[in-house]
C-alpha cells in the first residue's frame, strides 16, 4: 500500500471520527504492537477508538472497499497474540479497531438474570454492578480487573471458575455484530431457544475472523449461598496432581480446583500480592466449594481428605471473604508476580487429561532444563488446563529462540497425551503452525470454509485461528462483486 492512500485513509478515519478517535504517530502505535504475549510484534498501520456500532460498521466498510486489512482489539490482556495486527502479506500493516470506548452497561434483566453490555466493558465490572442484587458474571479469567467481555469473546476465555461455570460461550446469548463486509447482524437473542445454525456458537472463540461484536447479551449467575475455599500444600508435586484426580473422581465438583508450583509460590510471596502460601511447599492447590450451605461443609471435608490420602501436609480453609481474596489475589496475581524473575514472561496454554497430569509436568519441566529456561506452572488443575509459565529476557535473540523451541515441544507433548494445544488463550498468532498436531487438512479445510463464510475477502483479523491456505491477497478481484452484494 502506498503512503499516500494510507495517509488518505487516516485522513477520512479522522473526519468522520474525530482526531482523537484515531492514533497514528508512531510512538502512539509503540503501545498497540503486541498483546500480552511479547514475542509476536506487529506495528499496526493505525488505531481507532468508535464509540457506537454505527462507527465500528463505517471503519470496515471504509478499509474493506481498499482493501485494508482490520482487526478488533479490547484490552490486549491475551495470550496468544490475537490481537496484533498482522497484514495478509509479509510486512503489509493493519488497523486496528479498539474497543474501550465502547465499555457501557447497556441493560441488566434480574428478572431473566441477563445482562446488555457493550464489547469494551471491563470484565469485573459487570460483577461488581450485579453484585447488590445477588448477582454475577460466573467466567473469571485471571486478568478479568483488565480484560474485556468483548475479548473474552473473541477467545472464548476461561478462568478457575469455568471447572464448575463452564467457559465464556456457556454464559453468552446473543451478539450485535459487525461483519466483515459493514453489515450489522444479530446472532443468537434473549436466551430462547432458537432454531438454525448455532452461529452464535461458531462466533464465540472465533478470535476477531468473523467479525467484531458491539454489543454482547451474557447470562447472570446467582451468588452462591456459602463458599469454602481450601489451601493444601505437598511436598511432592505428583501427589498434589494425584489429589486433582482423586477429587472429580470421588465425585466432586469444585468451584474452582488451582495448582501453583513451588517457583510460582516463591515469587508470589516476594511480591505486592503475598497469600500467606507456605513457602517449603513443592505446590499447593486451591480448591474452592460453592452452592447451598446445606450440605457443603460436608463436601469440603471429603476433599480435605481426599488431599490427606495424597499426601497432603496440612490443609486449611480461609477463615473469613477476607483471607479468601488473600487467597485468590495471589493465585490471580501470579502471572504479574513472575515478572519479578525476568523481563519478559511467555505464558503457554494447552489441556491434557487430568489423569496425566504427573507424566505431562515431568516432561514439561524436563523440557525447561533441555533448553535451559526458567519454567514454572500454575493452571487450572481440575480440568486439565496447563500454564507452563517460561521466564526469559527478550533482548536476547538465543534465548527467544530458546522459548520458541520450549514452548513447541510442550505444545507436542500434551497433544501426544491426548490433550489440546490451548484450553482458553486461543490460537492466534502464536499456536497458528500447532494446529496440524490435532487437525488434518480436511478438517482445517471445513473450518476455513465457515470463516470465509463471515469474511469472504479475508481481512478481518487475517493469520488468527485457523491455517489459510490462501492470503486474502488472493480475494481481491471478488471485492467490487461482493461489496455490491
Known amino acids: ?27 502512539e502505535l509503540m503501545v498497540y504492537e503486541c498483546d500480552a504475549m511479547t514475542t509476536h510484534k506487529s506495528l499496526p498501520l493505525a488505531v481507532v477508538f468508535p464509540r457506537n456500532t454505527e462507527q465500528v460498521a463505517f ?45 457501557k ?47 473474552n469473546v473473541a477467545e472464548n476465555a476461561g478462568g478457575p471458575h469455568c471447572l464448575k461455570y463452564g467457559a465464556t460461550t456457556n454464559h453468552i446469548l446473543g451478539l450485535e455484530v459487525v461483519l466483515p463486509t459493514g453489515e450489522i447482524v444479530n446472532l443468537g437473542g434473549a ?24 454489543k454482547v447479551t451474557v447470562r447472570l449467575t446467582r451468588t452462591p449461598q456459602m463458599v469454602i475455599t481450601l489451601l493444601a500444600d505437598f511436598l511432592d508435586l505428583n501427589d498434589a496432581s494425584r489429589a486433582v484426580s482423586a477429587i472429580i473422581a470421588a465425585g466432586l465438583l469444585p468451584a474452582a480446583l488451582e495448582m501453583i508450583d513451588k517457583v510460582v509460590i ?16 513443592a505446590a499447593c492447590l486451591i480448591v474452592e466449594l460453592d452452592g447451598l450451605q446445606a450440605g457443603l461443609e460436608t463436601q469440603a471435608k471429603r476433599a480435605t481428605d481426599i488431599c ?25 496475581g501470579a502471572f504479574g508476580a513472575l515478572g519479578r524473575i525476568s523481563p519478559d514472561l511467555f505464558v503457554q496454554d494447552a489441556v491434557v487429561p487430568r489423569t496425566k497430569l504427573p507424566e505431562v509436568l515431568a516432561g514439561i519441566y524436563a523440557i525447561g532444563a533441555k533448553y535451559n529456561i526458567r519454567l514454572s506452572t500454575v493452571f487450572h488443575a481440575g480440568d486439565g488446563n496447563l500454564h507452563p509459565n517460561l521466564n526469559f529476557d527478550g533482548r536476547d535473540p538465543d534465548e527467544v529462540a530458546r522459548v520458541h523451541q520450549a514452548s513447541k515441544e510442550i505444545m507436542k507433548l ?23 498436531m490435532i487437525f488434518d487438512q480436511a478438517s482445517l479445510d471445513a473450518m476455513l470454509a465457515v470463516k470465509d463464510v463471515f469474511n469472504p475477502l479475508g481481512l478481518c483479523n487475517p493469520g488468527k485461528a485457523v491455517p489459510a491456505q490462501k492470503m486474502c491477497r488472493e480475494h481481491k478481484k471478488g471485492f467490487e462483486h461482493l461489496l455490491a452484494n
Open 105 to 151: 452497561v447497556l441493560e441488566v434483566d434480574y428478572a431473566n438474570r441477563r445482562a446488555v453490555v457493550q464489547p469494551g466493558l471491563i470484565n469485573v465490572r459487570l460483577s461488581q454492578a450485579v453484585a447488590a442484587r445477588g448477582y454475577h458474571y460466573a467466567p473469571d479469567p485471571s486478568s478479568q480487573t483488565s480484560c474485556t467481555i468483548g475479548g
Open 1 to 27: 500500500m502506498s503512503e499516500q492512500l494510507e495517509s488518505k485513509i487516516v485522513a477520512r478515519l479522522r473526519e468522520i471520527l474525530g482526531k482523537d478517535a484515531v492514533a497514528a504517530d508512531h510512538d
Open 414 to 436: 500434551c497433544v501426544d497425551a491426548g490433550g489440546s494445544i490451548s484450553g482458553e488463550h486461543g490460537v492466534g498468532l502464536d499456536k497458528i503452525g500447532y494446529m496440524p
Open 59 to 103: 471503519v470496515v466498510k471504509l478499509l474493506a472497499e481498499h482493501g485494508i486489512p482490520f482487526g478488533p482489539r479490547g484490552a490486549g490482556t491475551g495470550l496468544s497474540s490475537g490481537a496484533v495486527a498482522v497484514g495478509c502479506e509479509k510486512g503489509e500493516r493493519a488497523v486496528i479497531i479498539e474497543m474501550a470506548r465502547m465499555n
Open 191 to 214: 436466551g430462547a431457544d432458537s432454531i438454525g445454525f448455532d452461529l452464535l456458537g461458531a462466533f464465540v472463540g472465533s478470535e476477531g475472523t468473523m467479525g467484531i461484536a458491539t
Open 308 to 332: 490427606f490420602a495424597n499426601g497432603a501436609r496440612s490443609v486449611r480453609a480461609a477463615s473469613d471473604e477476607t483471607e479468601r481474596k488473600k487467597l485468590w489475589a495471589g493465585r490471580k
Open 266 to 281: 516463591a515469587a508470589v510471596e516476594d511480591s505486592i500480592y503475598a497469600a500467606g502460601y507456605p513457602r517449603d511447599a
